[in-house]
């Protein structure tokens, strides 16, 4: 006789917060049951996300409970690389044996020789950076400068506005004219584009300006398809039309900008036809948008960071950030522009970090975005390596580099991760994580204006650990006897805010976790800049800046050229400017092991030009070689008009390990960096294409 089967606990909800590296942070409704996250479907009260989530995030349970998922601490037994064989070992084992190699360069070479390397795969304020930043500063291992995606258009939008603060997305449905610059929000801003859909039924008209035509131009009233690198000269010549023709606002000019007179010197030099040919547009495109743009009340800019990955970056964002004080668009709740409303959370990343534990003169910095060669050449040698919320292996500049100093046969290498992604198959030691539905965290977000809690759904599987109880076990280890090493989660949670600061008024710790999510108090259908008050050190909108000034940069808006550019000697070598663009069905390199997705996006692809293509012998779906003097990777020929002559595009970033060369996009991509910032030069990246043999 069959045991009956005993019954299934009830399902239970329980609510979170998307940590991946997204604007949206959205809010998550996760429903458990038996240990296992069974559903996520989005938080209807939570008004960015509105009940709904991206594809990938809904199919999150695939994740959590992916047969692949790492679950105990395991030593890697043979060669590094591709093929990796590891033999699990307890916690003890492994804490014990990290200890005393970092014991042991300390003694020997000095903490500086030890480098951590994380950035945004959990962007909880515990994951991204808590217990983690206090180990290392305690034990005085090098800095890392967190350059590869937002810091030069970040210090350049700071420059023109003073903060990472803007209109507030939520009223961008009153907006007559949105310009989507450099935002192909479709695939990674959602929520933003539910408004903007919102105000196009409103009556609005939305604009793309981006190289290539996205699912966001697709759906967009005009598509203006520049070349890459190109969008401060673009916005110059915008500036010189609404100049010329004076489509100004005069009085907040006159009120809340500094450096007009300068500005207006410096645009003689950007009239719309030498504009036009820089970035590869007609005439008529430039006058036209210019007229537009400065015609139109509740006129938004929505801007993101894929602008500030060529040389000129930061000075892009900063220039397209001027343009709403020149026509007053700022006196508009819709009106105005925005890269990241990240600025407007009053976060104590001091308490977080505690940078205070660290020695005196401060450690070496090293720059992520340049690691393979810093691992090559860096003097003294890096000698340790500790990765968390990063894959650098497959995400970092200039591939063949990294993967040459990762193979170091002296490095030794830990790695803390869900899964042996590319990075992990070079680690000593390799560590199981948690996902954020076995954690604690508090998070802000760059895409609204809300603060949220994640909770725990379900317990860590295996013997899986968040970053934070990963730190402060290694912590002991080490002997480290500061009482901010016994901080439990909760209490990171207390220390992340200024409680006290008046947007958080109202608000507490204990509230928040009970209600998970509360908007900044901050006014709604409120224009933040209509009378000024800019967050910068004059008080307006800066179109000179003494602060770049003093830090030996241009003061006043200007265009630099590609490092990599069409009219440069390479060009005759390497034709093609590529870009890189997130693949839709990926987050960098997350859920790039998700076999529905992989099937989704099939294979590495590269969009040509039929143009291009035909100049070339290539035919849709040919085996491609893309190449230039830093490496090369293998794709499928996509051709199509959707990228204009003179552009190719590979979206990314694939698993080196599962692409049919084991090589991604990044073997050609360029360790040059912005001009502001040390930030990451993606997109300056000149290649040749052939078919493959």
């Known amino acids: 006789m069959a045991t009956p089967a005993l019954p299934s606990s009830p399902s239970q909800s329980v609510r979170g917060a998307c940590p991946h590296d997204c604007p ?49 601490p395991l030593r890697r037994v043979g060669a590094k690389g591709p093929g990796a064989r590891f033999e699990r070992i307890s916690w003890e084992q492994a804490l014990n044996c990290i200890a005393e190699r970092l014991r042991a360069i300390v003694a020997t070479d000095g903490a500086e020789a030890i480098v951590p390397y994380s950035y945004a795969g959990n962007s909880g304020l515990l994951g991204y950076g808590s217990m983690d930043r206090r180990f290392f500063h305690r034990l005085g291992a ?17 420059a023109t506005i003073g903060a990472s603060v803007g209109l507030d997305p939520e009223n961008v449905v009153d907006a007559r004219l949105i310009i989507l610059w450099g935002s192909n929000s479709v695939v990674s801003n959602l929520h933003f584009w539910r408004l903007a859909q919102e105000a196009k039924r409103r009556g609005a008209r939305l604009i793309a300006i981006d ?35 004076d489509l100004l606002d005069h009085d907040y000019i006159a009120r809340h900008t500094l450096g ?25 495109t430039i006058e036209n948008l210019a007229h537009e743009y400065g015609s139109t009340r509740a006129a938004a800019i929505r801007t993101n960071y894929g602008i500030n990955r060529t040389a000129g970056g930061g000075m892009a964002l900063r220039t397209v950030a001027c343009l709403p004080a020149l026509t007053g668009a700022w006196r508009d709740p819709a009106g105005g522009v925005l890269l990241s409303t990240s600025g407007n959370y009053p976060v104590d990343t001091a308490a977080l970090e505690r940078p205070d534990l660290m020695p005196e003169p401060a450690p070496r910095t090293i720059n992520m975005s340049t690691i393979g060669h810093d691992l090559l050449r860096a003097q003294p040698p890096i000698k340790a390596l500790f990765v968390y919320n990063s894959n650098p292996v497959a995400v970092a500049p200039q591939a063949g580099e990294v993967v040459r100093g990762f193979a170091r046969d002296d490095l030794f290498t830990v790695v803390h991760d869900l899964f042996q992604t590319d990075t992990a198959d070079y680690a000593d030691i390799l560590l199981p994580a948690t996902s954020h539905m076995e954690q604690l965290d508090i998070h802000k977000s760059y895409g609204h204006l809300y603060l949220q809690v994640n909770h725990p759904a379900i317990p860590p599987l295996g013997e899986a650990l968040p970053n934070t109880e990963l ?14 090493f016994a901080d439990s989660d909760e209490d990171l949670c207390r220390q992340a805010f200024d ?25 709604t259908r409120h ?71 992989l099937a989704q996006e099939k294979s590495p692809a590269l969009q040509i030009n039929p143009a291009d293509a035909a100049a070339r012998g290539i035919v849709e779906g040919s085996p491609l070689r893309i190449f230039n003097r830093r490496g090369e990777f293998s794709a499928r020929a996509v051709v199509t008009d959707r990228v204009r002559p003179g552009v190719a595009m590979a979206s990314s970033i694939w698993w080196r390990k599962l692409s049919p ?33």
């Open 260 to 284: 007009f007179a300068a500005l207006g010197e410096r645009l003689r030099s950007f009239p719309p036809e030498r504009v036009a040919e820089i970035c590869g547009l007609d005439q008529a």
């Open 24 to 72: 949206d942070t959205c809010a998550l409704e996760i429903t458990v049951r038996d240990g296992r996250v069974i559903k996520v479907a989005g938080a209807a009260d939570h008004r960015p996300t509105a009940g709904v989530l991206c594809t990938k995030v809904a199919y999150y349970p695939e994740r959590i409970h992916h047969p692949e998922r790492l679950l105990h």
């Open 499 to 523: 409680w006290q600061d008046p947007r958080l008024a109202g608000l507490s710790w204990e509230k928040l976790s009970a209600d998970g999510h509360a908007r900044l108090n901050l006014p």
């Open 142 to 158: 090098a800095q890392l400068d967190r350059t590869i995606c937002a810091s030069a258009g970040a210090m350049g939008y700071r």
């Open 661 to 693: 060369d084991g090589r991604n996009c990044n073997e050609v991509t360029s360790q040059a960096l912005t001009d502001m910032a040390g930030g990451a030069t993606f997109y300056d990246c000149l290649v040749e294409v052939a078919a493959a043999r």
């Open 471 to 484: 730190f402060r076990r290694l912590a002991r280890e080490m002997g480290f006897s500061e009482a901010c």
């Open 211 to 245: 190289p290539c035509r996205t699912a966001t131009a697709d759906k967009c009233d005009q598509h203006i398809a520049l070349l890459p690198g190109t969008d401060s000269a673009l916005a110059l010549g915008l500036m010189h039309v609404l100049l010329r023709d």
């Open 527 to 597: 224009a933040p800049f209509a009378q000024g008050g800019f967050p910068t050190p004059s008080g307006k909108c800066e179109f000179y800046s003494a602060m770049l000034a003093s830090q030996g940069f241009d003061p006043l808006p200007a265009f630099t050229a590609p490092r990599e550019w069409r009219h440069s000697p390479l060009a005759q070598e390497f034709p093609l400017a590529l870009i890189t663009p997130p693949a839709r069905n990926f987050l960098n390199t997350s859920f790039a092991n998700s076999a529905r997705f």
